[in-house]
């Protein structure tokens, strides 16, 4: 059983950064594909950015140039960086694990807010 708890969220201005922490336990963040979703209030979830094993990280379009996600692997964490936050990026931030694109088990996380307003 992998479990995921996230951190990091909180109030930010337009234009600020925060930096999400999800900290795993279960498993190995690298042999897992990690990744970042957000849900907004009235809207679907939606894929921010994963990571392959540690590697190869993939982006939304939206959040490109803007957010980072990495991983370390000493104590078994994967971060979200995001800078330039905009209103559009408030949301309820989950951490997600999963074997492979092609599991059908997926592990979350409970979230954690992030708020962006002047």
């Known amino acids: 059983q992998v479990h995921l708890v996230e951190s990091g969220g909180g109030l930010v201005q337009p234009g600020g950064s925060l930096r999400l922490s999800c900290a795993v336990s279960g498993s190995r963040v690298i042999d897992h594909i990690m990744a970042w979703y957000r849900q907004a209030p009235g809207k679907s979830r939606e894929l921010v950015a994963d990571?392959?094993?540690?590697?190869?990280?993939n982006y939304r379009d939206a959040v490109k140039g803007r957010f980072t996600i990495s991983t370390d692997n000493a104590t078994n964490t994967v971060f979200l960086h995001m800078n330039k936050l905009q209103p559009e990026d408030a949301a309820v931030y989950l951490c997600n694990a999963k074997r492979s694109y092609f599991s059908a088990t997926h592990y979350w996380g409970r979230g954690t807010q992030v708020t962006v307003s002047s």
């Open positions: 990571i392959i094993n540690g590697g190869h990280a």
